[in-house]
């Protein structure tokens, strides 16, 4: 997949096949960019993050690790193949634990998945509210976290929901604002506080 160079540019830019792109494609493109995600055989690019994003990963992912039972592992960044077309990355995974197979693991089947987190940032909105947790839900993961900050005093706020299996639609089951405390899937209490954010 090669392109002419665009005219006056340096930069040579692969040119998008007549289907998109495929999973196979976006772990054999050479040069794409970290955190490049797959969906509806589009590359999307991620710019670069604000510290809110890292560091409620980082509080996220800590205090699930401290909490999962032994079958689960927590993975932060890691691709997950919904489908073919399908390759969204989530900031967070909660994964069976049989599924970290090594240390050369790109990427995690939607089957292994039992929660998706994504921690929404400006220019990613539209898809962390839409776009993945439909995605998600229609390959059946079963739990799905929504991470935005809120007011002017940039306070997080934890939107969790189930999927209903006879929908195959997420359900709200919770706002968590200073406090995410919930028993699904699996028992777990973390601060989330705005104080809790600032420690890291």
């Known amino acids: 997949m090669t392109a002419e160079p665009i005219t006056g540019h340096s930069s040579r830019w692969p040119v998008p096949p007549q289907d998109g792109y495929t999973v196979d494609d976006l772990f054999t493109l050479p040069d794409l960019p970290p955190h490049t995600e797959l969906l509806d055989g589009s590359l999307v690019f991620v710019s670069p993050q604000r510290d809110f994003h890292t560091t409620m990963i980082d509080l996220l992912v800590t205090g699930l690790r401290r909490s999962a039972p032994p079958g689960l592992k927590v993975r932060r960044e890691m691709t997950v193949v919904l489908d073919r077309r399908n390759g969204p990355e989530p900031d967070v995974s909660v994964v069976r634990a049989e599924a970290v197979t090594g240390p050369e693991l790109t990427r995690f089947q939607a089957a292994d998945v039992v929660l998706a987190v994504e921690v929404v940032s400006p220019d990613s909105e539209a898809r962390d509210r839409e776009t993945k947790p439909h995605k998600y839900a229609t390959a059946g993961i079963e739990h799905f976290w929504l991470v935005e900050m809120t007011g002017t005093d940039q306070h997080p706020v934890v939107r969790v929901y189930e999927l209903d299996?006879?929908?195959?639609?997420?359900?709200?089951?919770?706002?968590?604002?200073?406090?995410?405390?919930?028993?699904?899937?699996?028992?777990?209490?973390?601060?989330?506080?705005?104080?809790?954010?600032?420690?890291?």
């Open 165 to 200: 299996p006879v929908t195959k639609a997420y359900a709200l089951t919770g706002i968590h604002h200073d406090r995410l405390k919930t028993g699904v899937p699996f028992s777990v209490d973390i601060d989330i506080s705005a104080e809790a954010l600032a420690v890291l």
